[in-house]
């Protein structure tokens, strides 16, 4: 069984940062051979893409992060990551960790960003 357990989330003033962390395990499942992602879904709002990393690093990142976010991977570790610098208030939400062609999607961390 595939599961994606990510980490990092929390409480943190406007301007701050943080790191989360998707750990993949379970069923021969590599993160080296696949695309992943993190999205993020805030109260109200539909659930959008942050970030995705292929299995190759070629990276793509949302025109609202670009600049503050960064996707990372770790094969060895097969653990995926998006840190998160200069962080605004709109950036609230819960954040996702995913292999979207799988199917794939982590339970979800909360980042909550005060003003």
């Known amino acids: 069984q595939v599961q994606l357990v990510e980490s990092g989330g929390g409480l943190v003033q406007t301007g701050g940062s943080l790191r989360l962390s998707c750990a993949a395990s379970?069923?021969?499942?590599?993160?080296?051979?696949?695309?992943m992602a993190w999205y993020r879904q805030a109260p109200g709002k539909e659930r959008e893409l942050v970030a995705y990393?292929?299995?190759?690093?070629?990276?793509l990142h949302a025109d609202s992060v670009k600049g503050r976010f960064t996707i990372s991977k770790d094969n060895a570790k097969n653990t995926l990551y998006l840190q998160m610098n200069s962080l605004k208030v709109e950036d609230t939400a819960m954040y996702y960790c995913?292999?979207?062609?799988?199917?794939?999607w982590g339970q979800g961390t909360q980042v909550t960003v005060s003003s």
């Open positions: 990393i292929s299995s190759g690093g070629s990276t």
């Open positions: 379970g069923s021969s499942f590599t993160i080296s051979t696949r695309t």
């Open positions: 995913a292999a979207p062609a799988s199917a794939y």
